[in-house]
């Protein structure tokens, strides 16, 4: 047993008075829970002070708070835990010298982010999260009747969307989304994530219209910014961000040119890191606008338009320093990496392009285990070339092969090349080169 | 006032099975949950779900594993209806995009369970329930024009008219505390079953047996109400739940001394022996004084394939790591046998028909009965969509030819004078709603678990009814509106109360060992004087006491070995 203190940032709406702060003294084994905290302060303190929760097993997905600023479950934080990152935090604000000697922190405990509150901890899931999560059709939609028997699809076609599955729709995402703090409209990574479970559903007859719908709206896929946020706030390890990117992924192997420019933005990242081994920032907004030779000799009208309207762009990154020295502003005279740099740039490229399989939870285990790699033929083969129903046999709703090939689970080439590291920054097997 | 031909309160699988089947009817429907739909509790369901699917296997051999699983107490044309019809559910599921585990032909692959003759077990890794709950509830969705929801409304009381009609209920929104009278020509109960009565238990702090307390307030008969499941994997303390499907892979329990006692009870099944069996074994395990020092004995997981583990585990992985501080890929996890699953329910006929005209009941709620005196592991995923399925179709023909039920407006007085009794309590005046709530959860794991006897039993009982007096004057904090769990609480206190009670009262009653009911002062089964259920129905202040008989087809009572 050991004593915590618990700073809930309470709101009685019935009150008239605006949000609070109350601290409740709470007196509990460290490996329970923050919940297990919160619920013996309504026991035997305050029974108005209100939390969601049912499970207390980070199943139900009833309890998302924001624990120290982090959006997580309530029942899935332990308390000692919690109390350590508290005077961490703590620890950071003062310098690095904690001021109050041995004294604890309290653990701070907020309602949801990007999300109206009802009363203390529990906030209105309904006018945001759900509403995002019916925007992406939230249904299968097969073609025709259902068959006779089962649909006849790859066993690891089902393994790679229980990773979606497996969102217990909490909403620690959302409230952590940075994206949507900037843009309340964004579909969000909760939203997307599901998403993915349809377009990589194999048994799903419309996916090239839910890629036109995700990539051409202008909250959609290319909305992202890439934080990574949703992926640490995830208590079941869905990692939304990278479903978002096997969308952005399977859209541009789709051959979607989205109104947004995002794939073509991506398609330059990749290309000028690939040439140069950084990034040429004055070459990326030609490059994404009017890509090559061709693209500058005849540049499309919308890329004209882009391009103007990408001045302020530019002109703030002048203006920030971001684009500082004279090289940097003139393009194709960035420099190159010294000694055989760029030439391991290209290996990774290379590399990536040989192993571009993608490794989901329900293949490599929670966490990247270095004693214990997961052997290759573990891995998601090639969707692609994957069992093909026999047609006498196909189901009449499945899908053909020339949708198949573009739903793989597996990264393409644009996909691989993406800025950010595969799967939140551990290191996978099959990218560590 | 809502108004709908078919009213399903619950909307955890069963619900939504039968709100989708109604809907399909074409009449209108409404679903009322006290939480959001994909909070309920058929989420923790890991393991899968049986069906016989597979070539070679038979619905036959389905329905004797479940008969002999409930130790003769299921009722026979009830099991013979939930595996013949199990297939038919399973591709349902399979075609509204259930992402069920896949063999190498890309067909429906299955997994070993307990207390199967076959492996017939389909799953979604260990997310079944989860997965399936999901899959419902995008139809919910995509059908949103024909079935309403309700989300977060929290039912106090169903309605009942004068002709002993169930015609509606009455449900408090939790988000503005408005009380309402719902209408409706039918309505189903799938409300789950009663767990928190137990402490520990793997049932979450929803599960308050609400359905099972309000049918029984309005006079329908409660059935097996001493058959409560310990299931034989649970993290000692706080209760959590390890699947089955880890034993079904493959993995061992171990006593203290690293033996694998299971040779000792089970010897050919070991492992995967009935739950009773084995929660039985473990027990008596560890009142020999063979468990760990913490009263528990070893489950080892890391028997099976670490890939298969990452594939078909991984829940547990997280379970053990974030609530046990075990990593079970490399350590045996230290369980013991912990209160599960509700047997007996509402009495039901094999559509869901309770004795109350225009009430149903189906899933944990409901007592068919399919599982007799223990559930096998993944029969009870099939009994909420079977049977939810059939409640949904027989609701909606019954209202189809109906007209428009009356309520009254007195019900909804009643319960709107009953919800400001209980904030109006003074604070101080009695006990508070979760000292009594411990003490019952306590005083039933203590009395009615995996051992009983009639002096244990009496006094269980005894406390039990001190409770309820208690509970008449335990106060509360919140006076508000607005998402007050304080006065919903004090209410689920009044359901457990009357759940725990007939629990007591029928385990009393039933002198001899069957299924989950292991009395030690009559350890024998006795078919000649108990091959019968135990009926219960309100009278005055307590459950009176009847029988109803069990229905054979074409399984006699054997001896029960695995």
Redesign the interface.
Known sequence: MAEYALKVRRFQPESGEGPYWETFDVDLDPTLSVLDGLLQAKDRDDGSLSVRCSCRAAICGSCGVRINGQSALACKTQIGEAMEHANRNNGERAGGARTNGSQSEPIVVEPMGNMPVIKDLVTDMEATHWKKIRRVTPWLLPEGDPPEREYLVPPESMIDITQSMACIQCGACVSACLSMEADPDFIGPAALAKAYRFVGDPRDAETTERLHDLANDPHGIYDCTHCFSCIDACPKGVAPMDQIMRLRRAAGAEGIDDANNGHRHEDAFASIIEKKGTLDEAELLQETYAPGVKGKLMPRPSAIKGLVESIPTAVRGIGTGKMRSLPKLIPGIHPKLPGDSQEQVRRIYAHTEEHSIELNLYIKGEEAEGDAPVEEGAAVPERAVGPEPDEGEAPTGDTGPEADTSKGPQGTEHGQADPGPPESGRPGPGGAA | MPDHDVLVIGAGLAGQRAALAAAEDGVSVGIISK??P????S??AQGGINAALNPGDSWESHAFDTVKGSDYLGDQDAIEIMTREAPEEI?HL????V???????????TRAFGGASAARTYY??D?TG??IM??LY??L??YSDEVARY?EYFTTALAIDDDGECVGAVCRNV?DGAMELFSAKSVILATGGNGQAWQPTTN???CTGDGIAMAYRVGAKLMDMEMIQYHPTTLAG?G??ITEGARGEGAHLLNAKGERFMERYAPNKMELASRDVVSRAEQTEIDEGRGFPDGTVALDITVVP??R???AL??I???G???A?VDI?REPIHIKPGNHYTMGGIKTDVWGRTDVPGLYAAGEVACVSVHGGNRLGANSLLDTLIFGRRSGEDAAERAKGRESARTTQAILDNEEAMVAEVIAREKGSGR???EIRKELGQTMDKYAAVFRDQAGLEQGLEVVRRLKEEAESCY???????????VL?AIELGFMLDNAEATCVAAIHRTESRGAQFRTDFPERNDGEWLKHIDLAKNGTGPEISYSEVTMTQWEPQERTY
């Open positions: 939480v959001h994909v909070r309920s509790h989420n923790a591709l399979e075609h509204l995009g992402t069920f585990h896949r063999n190498e032909e890309g067909k429906l692959g979604v890794a997310i989860q997965a999901h899959v995008e139809q969705m995509k989300e988000r979450a702090l929803i706080k959590f739940l670490r890939k583990i990452h594939e991984r829940e992985v997280l379970v790591r974030d609530f501080g890929t508070r709603v979760s509360i904090d919140d006076r508000g509106t607005v998402f007050n769990q304080d609480g």
